[in-house]
Structure formats: C-alpha cells, structure tokens
C-alpha cells in the first residue's frame, strides 16, 4: 500500500492489521520515522517518485493508492506492469481536483475501485488555534452545509474493500452521518470540549484576509469552494455504515477523541 505514513495511509494499515491482513507492504519515504507494526514489510519510495516503485510493486496483489495527481498515470502504469490485480485508490469527489487519479486507474487497464471521500473532519484544525487561545471562533460562510468524514471511516472502509470482494468498478462516495453547517461545527466542537464557542461571521475582506493569514495562497481558493458549496449543499449518504455495518463517527465524536488538537 502507498502512502503509508500519510494520514489515512497510515490508519489502513492499522485497519488491515485489525481485520487479520498477515501479508502487507507498506510504502514510506523514511521507514525509521514510520514506526510501522511488527510483521508489516516495510518498502522505501514515494507515489511522487515514480522510479523508486519497481521492487516496492513486485508481488503485490492489491493496492491501496493514495492520491498523488501529477504522477498518478506513471504509478499505474507500473502498477500494471508489476501485475498488480486490484487498485483501491482514494480521490475525491467525481470532477474535481482529484480526478485524474480516477482516470489514470482506470486507463491502466487495473480492476478498480474508487473512495471519494468529501471534506476530512480534520480540517477543524483550520479552527484549532482560536479554540486553543479562546472562546470565539472568527470564519465565513458560516451557513455552508456539507457531511464531512472521519479519516478513520475512510482507512476502516479501504481496508474492508482491500480484504472483501464485490466491490470491483464501484465508486463509493464516502461522507459522515449528518450535514452540517460549518456553525453547527464549531457549536459540536465546543460541546466535545465541555465549552460554549461563540461563532463570528467575516465577509468580504475581513474573510480574505483571515484566510489568507491562516491558508496562505489557498486561502481565496478555500473561499472560492465555500462559495460554491453554499450554492450546492453536501447531504450526507450512508456508505460509510452500509460497507463498515456499524454507524459512521458523528463529527462531535470526531472532536472529543480529538480534543487535545483544541487544547
């Protein structure tokens, strides 16, 4: 599996482990700083450089690809060289950013299957700092609804696709339980800390500036997208549960595992 010292990488890993996997490779650029578990074959490469995959793909059967657009064609192509059977590679929503590494599975002539993932419930950490520092959370498009998931739901959910079949040419759009606006969202956080978050509307430049302070050059880009979710909602569906058999993480218990990244 590729990414492995990536966020979600690392958790199907775990996740593998936990349903009896005995034959995992795992991918990483500095196996030292990975600390992967005993019995997990350790490769060094990285999906960005596709040169250092050739004895790393040797043997696999099926691969879990995270997403790496600019060298996602060459990674597939040598996945097929290699003899690789099945890809489970996670993108995005259909269209997006994340669409080419779609493409590149499926023009490498792999059986597939596709994770599309919506927005990761990690991404409070955007909020994390003013939550550390106080009880008033400054943000725009407060009414922009979306059913963001938990990385932990994704890696359970590569890891049963991994291990399962009947999944082969399905894409799978991965949300958590509830829609929800990014008020309720900061309102979950604060119940998860025991606190009461008071949330602040910015516009305009206020808005720019302050996610351009924390965002950098993705700060208007992140608007920009916010934009257009206030235009087309996020529902959220019931993949996660259907594939899994058990509920997906709820974004407040999402936050009170996570407490300590607002403390």
Not at 134 to 162: C, K, S, T
Not at 243 to 249: D, I, K, S
Request: aromatic share 6%; net charge negative.
């Amino acid at each position: 599996m590729t990414g492995a010292t990536g966020n979600v990488g690392r958790m199907v890993v775990d996740e593998l482990l936990a349903l009896g996997a005995t034959d995992i490779r795992a991918l990483t650029v500095d196996p030292v700083k990975a600390n992967l578990p005993a019995g997990v074959e350790v490769a060094r490469g990285f999906v960005g450089r596709p040169e250092t995959l050739t004895d790393a793909l040797a043997g696999v059967d099926r691969m879990y690809l995270a997403p790496h657009p600019a060298s996602a064609f060459e990674v597939c192509r040598l996945a097929a060289q290699a003899g690789v059977r099945v890809i489970v590679d996670m993108a995005g929503a259909k269209g997006e950013h994340w669409q080419v590494v779609e493409d590149a599975v499926e023009a490498s002539g792999v059986p597939w299957t596709h994770l599309e993932p919506g927005e990761f419930m990690a991404n409070a950490d955007l909020w994390a700092p003013q939550i550390r520092s106080g009880d008033v959370v400054r943000d725009a498009f407060g009414d922009v609804v979306n059913a963001p998931v938990a990385q932990e739901d994704i890696a359970a959910v590569a890891a049963r696709v991994l291990l399962s079949d009947g999944h082969l040419g399905k894409a799978y759009e991965l949300t958590g339980p509830q829609a929800l606006s990014r008020r309720e969202k900061v309102a979950a956080i604060g119940r998860a800390l025991g606190r009461e978050l008071t949330y602040v509307e910015l516009t305009g430049d206020e808005a720019r500036d302050q996610f351009t302070a924390t965002m950098g050059e993705y700060g208007q880009w992140y608007l920009d997208g916010l934009a257009q979710l206030l235009e087309y909602p996020q529902p959220a569906v019931s993949t996660v549960a259907d594939l899994l058999g058990r509920p997906a993480t709820t974004y407040e218990e999402w936050a009170r595992s996570h407490a300590d990244l607002f403390r």
